[in-house]
């Protein structure tokens, strides 16, 4: 968890308010979005959090922020004048058991998206930033149900999630964010790029 001393941090863009009210109203109907007894939380993801993450850099000292900035800044650069569309289409599960985690897919132009991680992925590297080199999957979380949810429920969500897709969104900034972990997990915008432009975020909370 983040302190005074450290920031967690982690790079994503964000669907627009569009995309993130038709793919709610999709989610309103599964499963995992049913009222479950204490003790058995399906982890819900507020879609006020919704995001595509670009890369995890994790927990760093807080004055490696400046060097985050400027790496996005560089790899945000030579996007400049680019045109991106993506949707909200398929989703599945990851892992099994009590790891289990839902989530929605991202179609388009994905090759683009994909391009703009590695751009991101290398800067920070060149800043010498920790960042978690597991290969880029774009999606957003939708649910971490763990062993909770009935198999059959669960299958039936993910079948849900396969067959959706939800209307297109351009995609013009790429963010810094800070995370705070706990049973209610926030998320500050710190910095944000969008074409070749650089501009300052502000301090704007998710969460």
Known sequence: MSTADTLRLFVAVDPDQAAVADLGDLVDGLAVARPTPPGGSLRLTRRDAWHVTLAFIGEVPAADRADAEEALAHAAAPFAGASMSLRIAGGGKFNKGRFTVLWAGVAGDVEWLG?????????????????????????LTIARPADRLPPDALAADIEALRSYAGPPWNVND??????????????????????????????NERG
Do not use: C, M, Q, W
Not at 175 to 192: D, I, N, Q, V
């Open 115 to 139: 391009a703009l991680a590695t751009a991101v992925r290398r800067e920070l590297r060149r800043a010498k930033l920790p960042i978690d080199d597991r290969s880029f999957k774009p999606h």
């Open 174 to 203: 790429v963010h810094l964010y800070a995370s705070e972990l706990g049973p209610k997990p926030r998320y500050t915008r710190l910095f944000s790029a969008n074409v070749g432009t650089v501009t300052l975020g502000g301090a």
